[in-house]
């Protein structure tokens, strides 16, 4: 309900103002403070990863207004390169990639311009991105080109049933489909609204997000038609 998503939105960006707040000290502390010891500078640096996974979790609760079509306002329409879209989204996922130990293959050749919301298509792709991500460690996760407009991401999660496949961007349902870190990781904080979001975002562009069965796991189809 619009009502709903405007309190989520003003909660949002209550938190994230706090959470700034939280995080320019520590890196201040971190970078001016001499005296602090190993271990004052250990605890720092977990407080600091801890605000990055907020600010994620915050980006999510805020994005989920466009969970089943309720865009909470215009879209921003621009002409966008596809290829750079997708090439800064793999960047902003960069270091869970790492901590995942995932290799990224990437074939996008003839990626066409589109027209759309940047931010918006950007966070989608992520998502997309993402969840392959998390369902790959230590395998591959490839992504290509599957037409002037269409991006694959498939990963080695994993070979998942139909049934499953058939409600996966339902909100919360991805939780399910991504194993747990080995003793020890690091976690990758979610709520699991990541796909949902990504498909309210590709049908108000006009567009479309598909899974499908792979070979080693899941094949997600974003097909990003700007809206005109």
């Known amino acids: 309900m619009p009502e709903e998503d405007a309190f989520l939105g003003r909660v ?7 959470l700034a ?6 890196h201040y502390l971190m970078r001016y403070e001499a005296g602090i010891g190993e271990a004052g500078k250990q605890m720092l640096e977990r407080v600091n990863g801890a605000g990055g996974r907020l ?41 869970f990639i790492a901590q995942r ?10 990626l066409s311009e589109i027209e759309g919301d940047p931010e918006l298509l950007g966070a989608a792709v992520e998502y997309a991105l993402d969840f392959a991500v998390a369902r790959s460690p230590g395998h591959a996760v490839d992504v290509r080109a599957a037409g002037p407009a269409t991006i694959e991401v498939t990963d080695e999660g994993g070979v998942v049933d139909p049934s499953v496949l058939a409600h996966l961007f339902e909100p919360f ?16 904080e979610r709520l699991g609204l990541g796909l949902a979001i990504a498909r309210g975002i590709l049908d ?11 070979e080693r796991g899941i094949a997600l189809t974003c097909t990003l038609v700007g809206r005109r």
Request: net charge positive; aromatic share 2%; proline share 9%.
């Open 173 to 188: 349902a991805e939780k399910a489909l991504i194993p747990r870190p080995a003793p020890g990781a690091r976690r990758r």
């Open 21 to 26: 707040t939280m995080i320019a000290g520590i």
């Open 101 to 110: 130990h995932v290799t990224v293959r990437t074939a996008l050749p003839d």
């Open 55 to 95: 600010r994620r979790l915050l980006d999510e609760l805020e994005l989920a207004a466009w969970i089943e079509g309720r865009p909470p306002g215009p879209l921003a329409v621009e002409p966008l390169r596809l290829g750079i879209l997708v090439e800064a989204a793999l960047g902003r996922i960069e270091r």
């Open 12 to 18: 949002g960006h209550d938190l994230r103002g706090e």
């Open 204 to 214: 108000a562009h006009g567009g479309k997000i598909e899974a499908a069965s792979a």
